[in-house]
C-alpha cells in the first residue's frame, strides 16, 4: 500500500509526461525525480496511453467504421503523399464529420465532411442541445432546499438509466454511495467518450456544459461529495475549452464543492469506469475486477459516484420538472435519449429523441438514408450489426438487447449496401485489438485472433480461417475481465449470424 | 484471525467450514479441491488476470475467478462442469496460439523451469488455433549476468511485476504497452544492471511458464536433476534453499515453495545466484599452512588451528592483548559471533571484537 503522499505523486505523473511531451527514457527519470515514483512505474504506464508512448508531431486520422465509409485510407494516402506523417488512431468521436482528423496539436481539421444536425431549440426537452444556456444555477439551488433524499427519490421517478453504456438505474448508484460509512467521497463524471460511432457527449460539452456541471454538482451535494472530477478525452480540444469556460461559472455558484479536470491521454478503455479510476490515480487503464464497484470502493478506495456526460445532464431538468415529467418523454422506456446517426445518412449528428424511438425515426430526423441502407450498429462497435429488418425495433435498453445486441452509448451507424460487412467487421475488430488493455488472456488474445482470421478471410475469401471464431467469441465473452472483451467479438458474431452471404467461400 | 466469522460453503455439493475474508481458492486448496490457477501466487494481493481459476458461483451470471472470488456464507460453487471445461479447453488452446510450443507435441514449450502452463494444457483436447503472433518486445541487449526474458513463453499474468512490487518493493519491472503488444520492461528497456533491480532473482521464480529463466542454469529439466535441501551460508538469516544437482555438480538454486519454509519462497542475489565457487578450481577445500619453505602445505584443522593460536599467542606476549583484534564475519549466526566474542575476550583478552555486518 503507497502511503498518501506517495498515491497523490503517483496521481501527478501522466500530466508530468503530457507536459515533457511524452515518454522517453529521460522525461522518465525526471518524472520519477519529481514524484519519487519508480521509473518503471513511470514507463510502464506512459506507454499504456496513445497520445504520450510516441513522442512526435503527426496527423491522427481516424479509422473507425465510419471514417472508413468515408474514405479514411485514401485520405491517409493523399497526406503521407504531400509529405504528412499520419497515424491511424481509433474513432475519435467526430463521426458525424468522417473522416475524422486531428492536427499536430489535436485541433479538428474537417476535410470533407457533410452538413451535420442537431435537434433544433425545443424548451420541452431536459437537455435541449440547440437551446439557450442557463448559468443561474436554480435548479441546484432547489435541489439543495429539497434535500439529498428528496431529490434521489426524484431521480427514482424519473427511471433515469445511466447513459454511459450499461443503463443501471442512476438512483441506485446515489443511495449506495450515501450508505457508505465511509465519510470522503468523490463524484466522476465520465467524458471519455470513445465508443465507435458515439459523439453525443462532445455536442455537451460544446453546447450545454453547464447543465452537466449542473447535475454534477446536484450530485455531489446529494451524496456528501466535496470534489468533482472530470475526466475528458485528450482528443477533446474544443470541447476542453468550452468546458474550462463553463467552469469559470460554476465554480463560484457551487462551492465549496469542487471541480478538478484531468485529461485522458488516448486509451478508449479508460472509458470502463474502473479503468478511468486507475488513470486518474496514475496508473495503467486496466480494470478492476468488482467487487467491489466504486460506490463502494472508487477513486482512491473511497465511495465514488460515476456518471456519463448525458446522465448529468438530464439531472437539473428532473429536478426542476419532475420524475414523472421525465419519465412520460420516453416511448418505450424513460426519458428522452440524445441518438448519434452516421455513416450512410444525409445530415448526421446528435438528435434528442423519446427514448425507444426506431431507426427509421432517427433517420428521419437526419434527412433521409444515403443510398439503399443494409444493415446498421445501433450501439457503437460493442453492438454489433442489425439487418434492416429491425429498422423499427424501439433503439432501447431492453428491446435492443432480446435483440442480442445493445443501445450502449446510442452511436448509431448505417451501413448502405455499397459496404462489404466482412471488411465492417474487419474495421471494428481492428478496434478492439488495438484498445484491448491486454490484462486478461480471452480478450488480449481474442481480439487479435479474430482480427487476424477475418484478415485472411477478407483477402483469401476462404471460410477455413473462420472455422474456430465461434469457440473464441464464446470464451471472449465468458471469460473476460471487463465489458471491452465481453463484446469485443459482438461485429463478427452478429454479422455472421444476420449476414450469412458475406461470409460465404469468395 | 479470531474466528468469530465462521461459516460453511458448498463446493461442488460437499460441505466446508470457511472464514470471511477466504478466496474460494483458498478453501478448496485447503480442502484437496483441485482449482487450477496461474496469475496467483499466495504472497501477492490476487490480479484474476490468467482466468483459468474460473468457477460458477451460485447466483453469478458470469464465471467468477475462484483466486480472488470471496466466500459468504452458505455460498454454492461449482469447479467443475460442461461450462468450465468448455472454458478451459478454449482458454488453454487460445494461450498455445499465443505460446512457443515444441515440435512434437505441440504443448507449451519447457525451458528448464516447470511450464504450468503446459501442464494445465495436457489436460485438454486442444482446439487447433493457428498462432496469434503477438509482437511482445523483449530485451535483447539486456547485459545482466542472470536473468533472461523470453517473450514467447510470457503469458502476461504480471507475477514479476507485482513480486518486485509487492515483496521486494523494488520495482524494476513492469507492465508495458497494451493489448497484444503488452510485454514485460524495464525503463527505458534498459539491462536490469542499470536498474533499481536487486537480481534477487523472485521473478524467476514466482513465473509460471518460465519465460523468466537463469542464465547460466543449463536448461535441465526438473526430472534431470536431484534436489538438496539446505541453509544458506551466506548470512545469518537461515533461508532455506534447494540445490539442484546434476552429474553432480551444483547447476541451479531455488527456494522451497512460498509458505514452506522461513524465507517463503524467497532468496537473495547471493543466495540464489552466488554459486559459482562451489566448482570453482580455486576454491580452498582444506586448510593449508605456509612453511619456512615460503609455500602452503596441506593440513588438518588441528594442526591449522594450534599454528593460528600459537601465532596469536606470541603477538599477544610480545605486544599485549590489545594488540589483537578479532572480526567476525556477516555469514556468521548470532550463536557463531557470540562465540567469536567470548574467544576475544575470554581466550584472548582484548575488547577489539567487531563483526563486519554491523558498519
Ligand atoms: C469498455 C467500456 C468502455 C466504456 N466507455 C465509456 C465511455 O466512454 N463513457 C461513459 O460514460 N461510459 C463508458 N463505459 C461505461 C462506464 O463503465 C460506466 O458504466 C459509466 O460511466 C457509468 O455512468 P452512467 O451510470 O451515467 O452510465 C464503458 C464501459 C466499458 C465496459
Ligand atoms: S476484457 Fe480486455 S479490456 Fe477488459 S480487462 Fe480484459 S484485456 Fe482488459
Ligand atoms: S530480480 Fe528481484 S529486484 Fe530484479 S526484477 Fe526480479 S524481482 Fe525485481
Ligand atoms: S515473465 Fe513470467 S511471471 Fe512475468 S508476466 Fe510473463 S509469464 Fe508471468
Ligand atoms: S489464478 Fe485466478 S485468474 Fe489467474
Known sequence: ?506 | MIKSNSFTVEINGQTYSADAGETVYEVAQRNGVEIPTLCHDPRLDPAGACRVCLVEVEGQRRLQPGCAWKVDADMKIQTESDRISRHRQVLYSMYMSDHRTDEEGGLPEETGNVNQLRELCATIDPIPLEKVEAPRAARPGDDNPYIEFDPELCILCARCTRYCDEVEAVNAITLAERGSETTIATAGQRSLIDTSCELCGGCIDTCPTGALIEKKAPKLMPLETKTTRTTCNFCGVGCQMDLHTHNNRLVKITSPAPGETLNDGNLCVKGRFAYDFVHHEDRLTEPLIRREDGQLHPATWDEAIKVASEGMNRVKAKYGSDALGFVSSSRCTIEENYLMQKLSRAAFGTNNIHQCAAT
Open chain 1, 1 to 506: 500500500m503507497l502511503t498518501h503522499e506517495a498515491q497523490r505523486q503517483r496521481e501527478r505523473i501522466l500530466e508530468l509526461l503530457e507536459h515533457e511531451g511524452g515518454v522517453t527514457e529521460e522525461s522518465v527519470r525526471r518524472v520519477h525525480k519529481e514524484t519519487g515514483v519508480p521509473e518503471a512505474d513511470i514507463w510502464g504506464t506512459g506507454m499504456f496511453y496513445t497520445l504520450i508512448n510516441k513522442p512526435g508531431r503527426r496527423v491522427r486520422i481516424c479509422d473507425g467504421l465510419t471514417c472508413q465509409m468515408a474514405g479514411a485510407d485514401q485520405l491517409s494516402a493523399d497526406l503521407e503523399a504531400k509529405g504528412l506523417p499520419c497515424e491511424r488512431v481509433s474513432c475519435l468521436a467526430q463521426c458525424d464529420r468522417a473522416p475524422a482528423t486531428l492536427d499536430e496539436d489535436l485541433e479538428l481539421v474537417t476535410y470533407h465532411g457533410k452538413e451535420t444536425g442537431v435537434t433544433p431549440d425545443d424548451p420541452g426537452l431536459p437537455m435541449n442541445l440547440g437551446g439557450p444556456v442557463d448559468e443561474s444555477y436554480s435548479s441546484f439551488a432547489r435541489a439543495k432546499e429539497l434535500g439529498a433524499e428528496a431529490v434521489i427519490e426524484i431521480l427514482k421517478e424519473s427511471g433515469l438509466q445511466g447513459r454511459g453504456g450499461a443503463g443501471f438505474p442512476a438512483h441506485f448508484k446515489w443511495s449506495s454511495v450515501l450508505a457508505q460509512a465511509e465519510a470522503e467521497r468523490y463524484v466522476i463524471c465520465n467524458a471519455d467518450e470513445g465508443e465507435p460511432g458515439t459523439f453525443k457527449d462532445r455536442e455537451i460539452l460544446l453546447r450545454q456544459p453547464t447543465k452537466m456541471l449542473e447535475g454534477l454538482a446536484i450530485a455531489a451535494q446529494a451524496i456528501g461529495a466535496k470534489d468533482i472530477y472530470i475526466y475528458i478525452r485528450g482528443e477533446f480540444t474544443n470541447e476542453r475549452r468550452s468546458l474550462e469556460k463553463a467552469i469559470e461559472i460554476a465554480k463560484e455558484k457551487i462551492a465549496p464543492i469542487k471541480i478538478h479536470v484531468a485529461l485522458g491521454h488516448g486509451a478508449y478503455i479508460c472509458g470502463e469506469e474502473t479503468a478511468l479510476i486507475e488513470a486518474l490515480e496514475g496508473k495503467r487503464g486496466m480494470p478492476r475486477l468488482k467487487p467491489p464497484y466504486p460506490t463502494e470502493k472508487g477513486f482512491r478506495n473511497k465511495p465514488t459516484l460515476m456518471h456519463n456526460v448525458e446522465t448529468a445532464c438530464c439531472i437539473p431538468a428532473i429536478v426542476d420538472r419532475g420524475g414523472e415529467w421525465f419519465k412520460k418523454l420516453g416511448k418505450t422506456e424513460a426519458g428522452s435519449k440524445l441518438y448519434c446517426i452516421s455513416g450512410h445518412v444525409n445530415r448526421p449528428g446528435v438528435y434528442e429523441l423519446p427514448l425507444g424511438a426506431s431507426l427509421d425515426e432517427l433517420v428521419d430526423a437526419a434527412g433521409g438514408y444515403e443510398g439503399n441502407p443494409q444493415a446498421f450498429s445501433p450501439g457503437g462497435a460493442s453492438s454489433g450489426f442489425l439487418p434492416m429488418t429491425y429498422r423499427d425495433l424501439p433503439l432501447d435498453y431492453k428491446n435492443l438487447a432480446d435483440a442480442g445486441s445493445m443501445l450502449g452509448s446510442a452511436g448509431v451507424v448505417v451501413l448502405n449496401d455499397s459496404v462489404d460487412m466482412a471488411e465492417a467487421v474487419k474495421w471494428q475488430l481492428i478496434f478492439f485489438e488495438r484498445e484491448s488493455c491486454g490484462q486478461c488472456a480471452p480478450c488480449r488474445i481474442g481480439t487479435r485472433y479474430l482480427r487476424r482470421q477475418v484478415d485472411q478471410y477478407v483477402q483469401l475469401g476462404d471460410t477455413a480461417p473462420l472455422t474456430y471464431a465461434e469457440d473464441v467469441a464464446w470464451e471472449m465473452e465468458e471469460g473476460s475481465i471487463c465489458g471491452l472483451g465481453m463484446v469485443a467479438a459482438k461485429p463478427l458474431e452478429s454479422a455472421q449470424k444476420h449476414f450469412p452471404d458475406a461470409f460465404k467461400v469468395r
